[in-house]
Every structure is written in structure tokens, then in C-alpha cells.
């Protein structure tokens, strides 16, 4: 007996659906990567002997004059400035991850407060109502913004840590800059921040692309879920007043334009920087620049698939 041509197209709509949330879900965990950064082929290159000091026009007599301790304790300080910001930002980040707990578990909690003095008759009643979609919605936007000024502090830290490694580091280890390999002597020292940056066949925390590609969405989480949240509630939340449906435009384009905003703060780097954008295979290092249009195109990306499936679902229930 042949299936009804009504349902197979239900089953086809569903599965499209289906599809797009998991193309939104690859497409924002893309977004939350925090791909590896390096420094340009150019500043690599430059290193500091005395054809340097000259270009530069710095009298390399006065400092070997200064027996080399004017130097040394100017190294000491920069190093220490840097460990110290490198320190005060974890500690911002992990505020503002507190930060964001404690308001969207408020909001949360004065929602749970209105279900159950609204007294809404099911689970069907309280997704249909239209301010625990908004909540939750401006639990994502919150969450969203947070992540923005997380993410900022993560940016600062790596090129602390990249100027660590290239600069600070060698100092101690006869110039051996970032290692292209394990090195096995027991007579080489390989830094903290060297050691977090290994390149080659085998690498390091930042410069490993799959596992930063598992770990940094990780810290976004329950951001992840507030806003799939916030979609799937969307296509279920339909029918509602004029000046409601106003208010759910404005907030679904403040989201996304977060989304949007969060894929520019989170690849904005100085041009003399070049990131990863190719998490599998041979590593593509672009300018900041070209990485920044990457995310923001894949930002835009999921509003449009998702505005493409709420059309769809919408003219399937009036059908």
C-alpha cells in the first residue's frame, strides 16, 4: 500500500529540520573555536643582532657598556607585566563566567516563579507562552554578550603567552624559538608557553586545531543551549499579539547580531598574527582580516538557515 503523499512530505519537512539544526549546531560550534595563532612569516624572521640594532639605530656599545644587567632587569619587568595581565584576565574571565551564571539562573528562577503562579495547564501550555520564549531567548543574548567579553580576554592572554614563547623563553634556551618537534635532550629547557605551542607532526595546546576545536565550544555550553533552546521554541511560538511579535523580531535580530559580533571580537587580531582557519588536514594560517570574514560569514549562515526553517515550518502548519 503506497504512503499517503501528505506524509511522506511531513517526513521530508522533518528531516529537513532536523538537518538544519545540526548544520546550526556545527556551524556555532565552528563559531566558539578559538583557532591556534602565530606570528607572520615576516615577524618570525626578525631577530635581534646588531644588523637590527642598526637598522633600529640603537648604540649597541652603551648596552654592552651596561654589562647586559640594564637588559636583563628590562626583560624581568616586561615579564612579569605580562604574567601579571595574563593572571588578572583569567581571573576577569572567570568572573564574568560566574556573572553569567547567577543572572540567567535569576531570570530562570523568577520564570519557574511565573509557570507555576500562571499555573499553565501542561508542558505544551508553557512552551506556547510567550514570555518563557523571550526569557529564554534573552538568556541566550546575555549569554552571548558574556562570551564576547571571555572570549576578548582569551585573545589578550594567547598573545601574551605567543610573545612569552618567542621572546622571553628563548632567552634561556640559546635562542630555540617555538620547537617543530619533541626534542629528546635532556640539556634543552622548552618554556611553558613553548611547550603549550609545539608545532609539527605532534602539537601543543594552542596549536593543536582538533583539540582546540573540542575544548573551547566546551566552555560555551550553556550558551550552546539557551540559544537551541531559544530556536526550537521559536518554530513552536508562532501565534502571538502585534506588539509581541515586534519584540520577538528585535530580539532575534539582537541574537544573531551577537552571534555576528562575537565571530568579529573573536578573530580580531593585530595583522602581524596569523590564524588557523582549517581545523583538519594541512594547517591554513590567513590574515586576522580574511579569518574575521570566514566567521562572520558562517554567523550569517545560521540565521539564514534558520529564518529558511521557520518559514518552512510555518507554511507546513497552515497547509
Avoid at 642598526?54 to 647586559?68: A, C, E, G
Avoid at 580580531?268 to 570566514?294: C, D, H, Q, W, Y
Wanted: hydrophobic letters at 45%; charged letters at 15%.
Amino acid at each position: 500500500m503506497a504512503r499517503n503523499p501528505s506524509n511522506k512530505r511531513i517526513i521530508w519537512n522533518r528531516l529537513l529540520r532536523y538537518l538544519s539544526f545540526l548544520s546550526i549546531s556545527i556551524l556555532l560550534i565552528a563559531i566558539f573555536w578559538c583557532p591556534p595563532m602565530s606570528l607572520s612569516p615576516e615577524i618570525k624572521k626578525v631577530i635581534f643582532t646588531d644588523t637590527l640594532c642598526t637598522q633600529y639605530k640603537i648604540d649597541t656599545s652603551l648596552i654592552k657598556q651596561n654589562d647586559q644587567s640594564l637588559r636583563r632587569e628590562i626583560i624581568l619587568i616586561g615579564y612579569k607585566k605580562a604574567v601579571d595581565e595574563i593572571s588578572s584576565r583569567n581571573d576577569r574571565s572567570n568572573s564574568w563566567f560566574h556573572i553569567k551564571f547567577l543572572i540567567i539562573g535569576a531570570i530562570l528562577s523568577v520564570l519557574g516563579y511565573s509557570v507555576f503562579k500562571k499555573r499553565l495547564d501542561g508542558i505544551k501550555d508553557i512552551i506556547e507562552w510567550d514570555l518563557f520564549y523571550m526569557l529564554i531567548g534573552i538568556c541566550a543574548l546575555i549569554s552571548f554578550s558574556i562570551d564576547i567579553q571571555i572570549r576578548q580576554n582569551v585573545l589578550v592572554t594567547n598573545q601574551l603567552g605567543l610573545w612569552i614563547s618567542q621572546y622571553i623563553e628563548p632567552l634561556v634556551n640559546k635562542g630555540l624559538v617555538v620547537p617543530e618537534h619533541y626534542l629528546t635532550s635532556s640539556h634543552t629547557y622548552i618554556g611553558w608557553e613553548q611547550f603549550l605551542r609545539i608545532s609539527g607532526t605532534q602539537k601543543g595546546f594552542q596549536m593543536d586545531p582538533i583539540y582546540s576545536l573540542t575544548f573551547w565550544p566546551a566552555s560555551h555550553i550553556l550558551t550552546w543551549i539557551l540559544y537551541i533552546s531559544y530556536l526550537i521554541l521559536g518554530l513552536t511560538n508562532q501565534n502571538s499579539e502585534k506588539n509581541h511579535k515586534i519584540a520577538k523580531q528585535f530580539l532575534f535580530f539582537s541574537i544573531h547580531i551577537s552571534i555576528i559580533l562575537f565571530a568579529i571580537m573573536g578573530t580580531s587580531l593585530p595583522n602581524i598574527l596569523r590564524i588557523n582557519i582549517k581545523p583538519f588536514g594541512r594547517e591554513l594560517f590567513v590574515k586576522p582580516m580574511i579569518a574575521t570574514s570566514v566567521f562572520v560569514c558562517m554567523g550569517i549562515l545560521i540565521a539564514l538557515i534558520y529564518w529558511c526553517s521557520k518559514k518552512l515550518y510555518k507554511s507546513n502548519k497552515t497547509n
